[in-house]
């Protein structure tokens, strides 16, 4: 019997139902990212510049127009002379290519080299505009996926934001040398991205000739790390398989599926902490121990910094996971 | 019997009821009366021993009240709120079943007849036809005989009732009285029942017991007690009193004043 | 009657649960066939012997430790929930009662989000957070308890709720802001909140299943008492029900045992509602049938939750809390809108 009460029920139901299939869909896609910054959103466009042809080798030239990640060109009259940074990743770059004297401001999440750690602080994954504007910049760097509503803000207040999201290795290293230019410091950054290059080709070559070999990623515990990231990427340069490629970014792993692909190696963070969390939670999940890993005792912590931020020390991640898949290629 | 002892009843700091002292013999109905507010009900839950007093105590039989096992007062004793029962999902039948929770041990089993008991109180209230309708669908004059039946199935000797009639209109108010009075007289009960209307009261109740400003004002048959001196003195109200033309106890006439 | 309704309906649930046992047994992320699934099962009963090297370790390991534990360790939270929810919902007297409405979950997660924000998860192994989740829980229950304590010595049930809300309010947002503290690239704390029976092991079975031998017996025990307390309190002590006493022991159970469910698995919401309303609207308001079957629906329900919640975007996990209330809210509304829900 229909009675009034219940009239609201049914664009009730139906408001369940739409937000039922809006949530479905979006687990189906990219995982959780929060703090440090991994995968993005596709870029419309990569870094560009509409440099003038260089006459004079490795000196810039300005006025300097850019494209960043974003699609957003900024033009830049002199080499910056006051830079804010506020992801990690752009303060290890700038300080690589010798430019850490401009860093005037970074965020909290900035500890490498030692020397960012004393620079300003603008804030951590919510940067504090007030913070930024104090410091008067001529430039801010900033990752355009993790620091989205920062870039906008700071665009709003006319402030020269390049904001990046380079998603490879190659794009990264990309990244150094535009970077390189915007801070005249070419030469700087083209050792650095020489460098990268050099060992990736290392690891490639030397892993050329050997069987891919299965790898478990734990970086967060209970979740693994899919396709399209930085670790999946590092993972399969340096020979390994990522068991958990068949999906797209961080996901929660159901255990069946780990135990079933039997990897050789597991890999998780190192957080400086003895036990560890993970390593512990690894070895007394029941079913576990039959995974060739975790009976050989392949279980390996990794330098986490370096494998998550975009940022010169990529190469030194790739250099650590390739010593752990194929150590036998490294001696 | 009942005695109340020096009763004092007080919500935070406020006296209601300033010592009472009243004795409830067996076998008898007893009505207690008094102004709106004055603590009828809540005497009536002092005199059941779900209410502490403050001061004072309630003897059943020369003990303390406060000192029965809960469930072997109730066998003796069953009390008939003023609210009644509230509509539920559960039957007729499962209502007045639950009468017999004071006499199942853990396992739900009991000596007596239990079923028998419950079957006997729902025809004595005329309930036969409704047995296994849920309470839910029935009428609240229904439901007070429910109530009365869930009564008459714990087999009390003592029944204390709290405003019974006041949403019942006329003829259910008589029904009630009368089937509570007839169950009196065959099973020599103890009936203490807080009453509304004078009138009821009196035409049904042996001994009343007025209840005014927290004290016992007075007490006695109906003749002895319901005088216009103390409904002046009580109630505010002047009144004419005439003598039931059937049973000669005192009934009143209202007065308008203008 | 009573007896015969009773193994009516607790038979025919029953059946459902084995049946759907079997079913949750069968399928799984790692693509096992179903012969290979209980030729392993079958293979593990000490008295059927025969040549158990046709499948590989995996296979096995999957099966027995990963996926047999996975399914009963959902029975049981869902039993447990439910049948802590009837309690909640019988002593309470009210329709929208259930078990964390004095606040059990809100202090189980205060303990849990402590022990991830600080890194301290394994200081006592991997027993910590189900430890320290379960005595925080519990211990929110002796503060609701304590908060409204009358003079006299017994709780009004609006006290409680409203003493319920407020610790509720007072560790909600504790929580909340320990979320926001949380810096991990996954936030450990957020999913935790949202519920979870993967990474669980046999461990997390067995700590349950005291709570349960206990409970179910108990809270039947008060059954009879539960339906007196529809009647109202004062009616219930007036029919020999010591309200108090019964109080206090059925909210301490029903607590205990909600605390446990939510240490294991996080914070796992709808069972304890909705699935003692459902065996209300089918089998009537007595409960000394609410109660037993509640704790066989609430298996029956967190068990199909969670397989969805491991199936349907496999290989990812879906929040079991997520998929509880997704499921959950509408199937309630139907529920409302076929039949009208009785009062208590």
């Known amino acids: 019997m229909k009675s009034r009460k219940y009239g609201m029920l049914q664009p009730v139901l139906a408001a369940m139902l739409v937000m039922m299939l809006l949530l479905i869909a979006a687990c189906g896609s990219n995982g959780n990212e929060s703090g440090v910054e991994l995968v993005g959103t596709p870029a419309p466009s990569a870094p560009t510049e509409t440099a003038q042809s260089s006459e004079e080798p490795g000196k810039t030239q300005y006025p300097l127009t850019v494209t960043d990640d974003t699609g957003v060109a900024i033009t830049l009259e002199q080499a910056p002379a006051a830079v804010v940074s506020l992801a990690p990743s752009e303060t290890e770059t700038l300080f690589a290519i010798g430019a850490g004297d401009q860093v005037v401001g970074v965020d909290e999440f900035s500890n490498y080299p030692e020397e960012a750690s004393t620079k300003a602080k603008v804030g951590d994954m919510t940067t504090n505009i007030e913070a930024v504007m104090a410091l008067n910049p001529d430039l801010v760097i900033a990752s355009s996926s993790a620091n989205f509503a920062a870039v906008e803000e700071l665009r709003k207040l006319n402030v020269p934001v390049f904001a990046v999201d380079p998603l490879t290795y190659d794009a990264v290293v990309a990244k150094i040398e535009t970077i390189g230019t915007i801070m005249d410091r070419q030469a700087a950054a083209a050792e650095v991205a020489s460098e990268m290059l050099a060992v990736k080709a290392k690891v490639v070559e030397s892993v050329k000739n050997e069987t891919a070999r299965k790898v478990y990623l734990e970086f967060s515990e209970g979740w693994t790390v899919g396709s399209g990231t930085f670790l999946d990427e590092l993972v399969t340069l340096a020979g390994g398989i990522n068991i958990a490629g068949s999906q797209q970014g961080w996901y929660e792993v159901n255990e069946e599926q780990v135990i079933i692909e039997n990897p050789a190696f597991i890999i998780y963070p190192d957080w400086g902490v003895n036990p560890h969390p993970i390593a512990v939670a690894i070895e007394s999940r029941p079913g576990w121990d039959v995974i060739e890993a975790v009976a050989n005792g392949s279980l390996h912590a990794v330098t986490e910094d370096p494998l998550v931020r975009v940022g010169p020390r990529l190469a030194d991640g790739l250099l650590e996971l390739a010593k752990i898949i194929h150590p036998d290629s490294f001696k | ?258 | 009657m009573m007896r015969h309704k009773l193994a009516g309906y607790g038979g025919a649930a029953l059946l459902l649960l084995a049946v759907s046992i079997i079913i949750s047994l069968s399928i799984g992320s790692a693509g096992i066939s179903i012969l290979d699934v209980w030729g392993i099962l079958v293979h593990q009963l000490p008295w059927l012997s025969y040549d158990g090297t046709a499948w590989e370790a995996n296979q096995i390991a999957v099966v027995t430790q990963v996926r047999l534990s996975r399914v009963l360790l959902a029975v049981l939270v869902g039993a447990s929930l439910a049948l802590a929810g009837a309690g909640f919902q019988g002593v309470l007297r009210n329709p929208l009662a259930d078990p964390y409405t004095l606040g059990v979950a809100s202090g189980s997660s205060a303990g849990a989000a402590f022990i991830i924000l600080f890194g301290y998860q394994i200081i006592l192994g991997t027993w910590t957070i189900p430890l320290v989740a379960f005595v925080t829980g519990a211990v929110t229950l002796f503060g609701v308890l304590w908060l409204s304590r009358s003079k006299g010595g017994g709780m009004s049930v609006e006290t409680l709720i409203l003493s319920g809300v407020i610790m509720q309010a007072f560790l909600g947002a504790f929580v909340s802001f320990m979320v926001a503290m949380s810096d991990g690239v996954v936030n450990q704390i957020l999913f935790w909140l949202m519920g979870s029976l993967a990474t669980r092991s046999w461990d997390n079975v067995y700590m349950l299943v005291p709570f349960l031998a206990l409970g179910i017996p108990l809270l039947l025990f008060y059954a009879k008492a539960l339906n007196l307390f529809a009647l109202g309190e004062r009616h219930a002590a007036h029919m020999g029900v010591s309200v108090e006493r019964t109080k206090l022991i059925v909210l301490i159970a029903s607590t205990l045992l909600t605390a446990a469910a939510v240490s294991v698995s996080g914070v796992i919401g709808f069972v304890g509602l909705v699935v003692p309303h459902l065996v209300r609207l089918i089998c009537g308001p007595d409960y000394r049938l609410i109660i037993p079957l509640s704790a066989i629906g609430g298996g029956l329900f967190v068990l199909w939750a969670d397989t969805l919640a491991r199936m349907a975007l496999s290989p990812r996990e879906i929040p079991l809390g997520v998929v509880t209330a997704l499921i959950g809210a509408p199937f309630f509304a139907y529920l409302l809108r076929r039949h009208k829900i009785r009062n208590r």
């Open chain 2, 1 to 258: 019997m009942i005695e109340a002892c020096s009763v004092n009843y007080s919500i935070e700091d406020k006296a209601i009821l300033k010592g009472i002292n009243f004795t409830f013999n067996k076998g008898k109905m007893y009505g207690i009366i008094g102004p709106n507010g004055v603590g009828k009900s809540t005497f009536l839950h002092l005199l059941s021993g779900v209410v502490e007093p403050t001061a004072g105590e309630v003897l059943l039989d020369g003990v303390a009240i406060s000192a029965y096992a809960r469930k072997k007062l109730a066998r003796r004793m069953a009390v008939l709120q003023q609210s009644g029962l509230p509509p539920l999902g559960f039957t007729v039948r499962e209502v007045v079943q639950m009468a017999r929770y004071p006499y199942q041990n853990w396992l739900g089993s009991e000596q007596a007849d239990g079923d028998s008991l419950v079957d006997e109180a729902i025809t004595a209230m005329g309930l036969d036809e409704l047995r296994h309708r849920t309470m839910e669908q029935l009428s609240g004059g229904e439901r007070q005989r429910v109530a009365l039946a869930k009564l008459m199935a714990q087999e009390p000797s003592i029944i204390l009732l709290d405003e019974p009639t006041t949403y019942l209109d006329i003829g259910y108010q008589l029904q009630l009285l009368d089937t509570v009075r007839q169950w009196q007289r065959d099973k020599k009960l103890t009936v203490i029942a807080v009453m509304h209307d004078l009138n009821l009261a009196s035409l049904y109740f042996d001994e009343l017991l007025v209840l005014f400003e927290g004290k016992a004002a007075a007490s006695g048959s109906p003749a002895k007690v319901l005088t216009d001196e103390l409904i002046k003195r009580v109630y505010g109200a002047s009144v004419s009193l005439v003598a039931h033309p059937k049973s000669g106890v005192p009934q009143i006439i209202l007065q308008p004043n203008t």
